[in-house]
């Protein structure tokens, strides 16, 4: 198993950036894919970006291409989201989460989460 700790979240005004980080704690970090998903209020849970077990593949939905940037560092079980240009619709609850499947490019496929960080973006 795999437990996630989530932070980083906070406050920003559109325009400005924010970098979330999560930490993992058990066996195995570097089997799993990652990945960071988001809930925004009256919506479902969905999927942001992930990375897959040797960094070399990256995904980012298309509301985020460009940029968000996600990163991982094996030896350090951690994973961070670098999240630039913030806009007051990327205001969510952030998601650290962990997959058995390589490409994790959904919330369905998520095995592991964290407990979610507040992200709000104001105009």
């Known amino acids: 198993q795999v437990q996630l700790v989530e932070s980083g979240g906070g406050v920003v005004q559109a325009g400005g950036s924010l970098r979330l980080s999560c930490a993992a704690s058990g066996r195995s970090f570097s089997r799993y894919t990652m990945g960071w998903l988001r809930q925004a209020p009256g919506k479902e849970r969905a999927f942001v970006a992930s990375i897959s077990r040797n960094a070399m593949r990256t995904y980012y939905a298309d509301s985020v291409k460009g940029r968000f940037t996600i990163s991982r560092d094996n030896a350090k079980n951690a994973v961070s989201l670098q999240m630039n240009s913030l806009k007051p619709e990327d205001t969510a609850v952030y998601y650290c989460?962990?997959?058995?499947?390589?490409w994790g490019r959904g919330p369905q496929q998520y095995e592991y989460w964290g407990q979610g960080t507040q992200v709000t973006v104001s105009s």
């Open positions: 989460a962990a997959t058995s499947d390589a």
